[in-house]
C-alpha cells in the first residue's frame, strides 16, 4: 500500500476510536432504549462501497439484508464506519445537551471523521471514491491537515468534557471543522 495512504489510515483509525469511544459515551443512555433506531442497511452499505472503508473495517458483505451491521447491542463494524453514523444526531440528543456550547461541542466532535476525509480528490470525500486505484491519487497533504486540525479540536474537546471549560482558542478551532451535512 502506498505509505501515505497507509500512515493516513494509521492516524484516521486512532482519531475514529476516539470519536467512537466519546460518542457513543455521550449517546448511548438514549439510543439503547430508542424504538426508532435511525441505522439503515443502505446507511451500512457505505462502509462496504467505499474502499477506504474497507480497507479499516474489513468487510465485504452486510451482515444481513435487513438490518445491515446492526445487532441487538449495537453497531456490528468496530471500526471504519461510514462517517455520517458519527454527524448525525436525531433531536432527542439536541434536546438533551445543557445549552448551545455543549450542542456545538457534540456536533463537532460528530463531524470530526467526515472532516479528516473531507477535499481529498477535488471536493470529493475521501470515503466517497469508489474507484479503488483512485485511492492513490488523493491529496494527502490535505487529509494530513484536515487530521491536525481534527486532532487539535478533539483535544479541545476533551478538555470541555473532563473539565467543563473551553481554552481562549477554543472557538477558532472548533470553527474549522466543517460538517458534510448528510442527510440520513
Ligand atoms: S440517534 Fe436518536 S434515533 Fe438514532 S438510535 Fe439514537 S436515539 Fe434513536
Ligand atoms: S452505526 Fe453501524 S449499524 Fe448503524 S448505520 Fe452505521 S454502520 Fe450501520
Known amino acids: 500500500m502506498n505509505?501515505?495512504?497507509?500512515?493516513?489510515?494509521?492516524?484516521?483509525?486512532?482519531?475514529?476510536?476516539?470519536?467512537?469511544?466519546?460518542?457513543?459515551?455521550?449517546?448511548?443512555?438514549?439510543?439503547?432504549?430508542?424504538?426508532?433506531?435511525?441505522?439503515?442497511?443502505?446507511?451500512?452499505?457505505?462502509?462496504?462501497?467505499?474502499?477506504?472503508?474497507?480497507?479499516?473495517?474489513?468487510?465485504?458483505?452486510l451482515d444481513s439484508d435487513a438490518y445491515g451491521f446492526l445487532t441487538p447491542t449495537g453497531?456490528?463494524?468496530?471500526?471504519?464506519?461510514p462517517t455520517v453514523c458519527y454527524e448525525y444526531f436525531c433531536y432527542d440528543h439536541l434536546y438533551h445537551q445543557l445549552d448551545e456550547t455543549h450542542e456545538k461541542v457534540m456536533k463537532?466532535?460528530?463531524?470530526?471523521?467526515?472532516?479528516?476525509?473531507?477535499?481529498?480528490?477535488?471536493d470529493a470525500p475521501l470515503s466517497e471514491i469508489l474507484q479503488e486505484e483512485k485511492l492513490e491519487q488523493v491529496d494527502f497533504q490535505t487529509l494530513e491537515k484536515n487530521l491536525d486540525e481534527c486532532f487539535q479540536a478533539l483535544?479541545?474537546?476533551?478538555?470541555?468534557?473532563?473539565?467543563?471549560?473551553?481554552?481562549?482558542?477554543?472557538?477558532?478551532?472548533?470553527?474549522r471543522i466543517t460538517f458534510s451535512e448528510e442527510d440520513i
Not at 489510515?9 to 476510536?17: A, Q, S, W
Not at 453497531?75 to 464506519?81: L, N, P, S, V
Not at 463537532?108 to 477535488?122: D, I, R, Y
Not at 483535544?155 to 470553527?175: C, G, H, M, W
Open 108 to 122: 463537532v466532535l460528530g463531524a470530526l471523521p467526515a472532516h479528516a476525509t473531507h477535499n481529498a480528490l477535488g
Open 75 to 81: 453497531c456490528g463494524i468496530d471500526i471504519g464506519r
Open 155 to 175: 483535544e479541545i474537546i476533551k478538555t470541555f468534557y473532563d473539565e467543563e471549560t473551553l481554552s481562549d482558542n477554543a472557538d477558532r478551532v472548533l470553527d
Open 3 to 61: 505509505p501515505e495512504l497507509n500512515q493516513f489510515i494509521e492516524r484516521y483509525t486512532e482519531l475514529e476510536r476516539e470519536v467512537q469511544q466519546l460518542v457513543t459515551g455521550l449517546c448511548n443512555s438514549l439510543c439503547s432504549q430508542c424504538t426508532q433506531i435511525c441505522c439503515r442497511a443502505d446507511i451500512c452499505e457505505e462502509a462496504i462501497q467505499s474502499p477506504f472503508l474497507r480497507l479499516i473495517n474489513k468487510r465485504t458483505d
